[in-house]
């Protein structure tokens, strides 16, 4: 027992180092484009790249994918709360050696994307301007924004409409609208989250039970 203790704090450490490595570059790679699109975008602009492919500059009050939940206030204290939870978990993960770096890995991506909405909410509001179209906003002092602490607005750029079309007359409800897929608006910090999810229900869902000793086992026969 004694000379596999050396080997697993240094697999502790390298999932350690992992898991801050995933964190911070998905919290920066995101705030560079938030902060990008929000001061040289004004609300509501769009930017063609591909037909399919589209940069638009939206703000929205909720959660992932512009869906509204509640008080503004509550939800960002929830999210506060969901991600200190969720480093919690991490760390714990991390000390364990039969856990398998894929699934801090995957873990640390939903953490990430969590994180980096919580930093619009917090901050947004009393560091940047809101004006309207065609103004873009800037930075300013604290305190001198548009909003309160806890109260910012999250920022989101792409849209992808991929395909669309207008329903037979004859279909029932919908007959003679338009349909278009994908309508949602999302981030950097939105595609972290869905990314790390489904990894973790393709790839990781033995783990989701929280019996994780059972599943180290399994996976590795």
């Known amino acids: 027992m004694a000379e596999n203790k050396p080997a697993d704090r240094t697999s502790a450490h390298t999932k350690t180092l992992w898991a801050m490595a995933i964190i911070a570059g998905v919290l920066i790679i995101d705030q560079i484009i938030k902060i990008w699109v929000k001061t ?3 609300l509501g602009e769009d930017y063609e790249i591909l037909s399919w492919f589209h940069l638009r500059f939206i703000q929205n009050n909720g959660m992932a994918f512009g869906m509204e939940f509640g ?15 969720g480093i919690w978990y991490l760390a714990r993960l991390c000390r364990k050696p039969e856990i398998p770096a894929g699934y801090v890995a995957v873990i640390s991506l939903v953490v990430a994307g969590a994180a980096g909405n919580i930093v619009d909410c917090v901050a947004y509001g ?6 309207y179209p065609p103004e873009v906003a800037s ?3 604290w305190g001198e924004g548009y909003g309160t602490l806890f109260h910012g607005l999250v920022v989101d750029m792409f849209y992808f409409p991929l395909f669309s079309f207008t ?3 004859w279909v029932p409800w919908v007959g003679g609208e338009l349909f278009s897929f994908f309508d949602p608006v999302f981030n950097f910090a939105d595609a972290a989250i869905t990314v790390g999810m489904l990894l ?22």
């Open 40 to 42: 040289h975008f004004y």
């Open 71 to 85: 008080s503004k206030l509550l939800l960002t204290l929830f999210r506060i709360v969901a991600v200190a939870l």
């Open 126 to 131: 009393e560091i940047f301007t809101n004006p």
């Open 139 to 141: 930075a300013v002092p």
């Open 167 to 169: 329903w037979p007359d």
């Open 200 to 221: 973790l229900i393709f790839f990781y869902y033995r783990y989701l039970g929280g019996d994780e000793k059972t599943s180290a086992d399994e996976s590795k026969k």
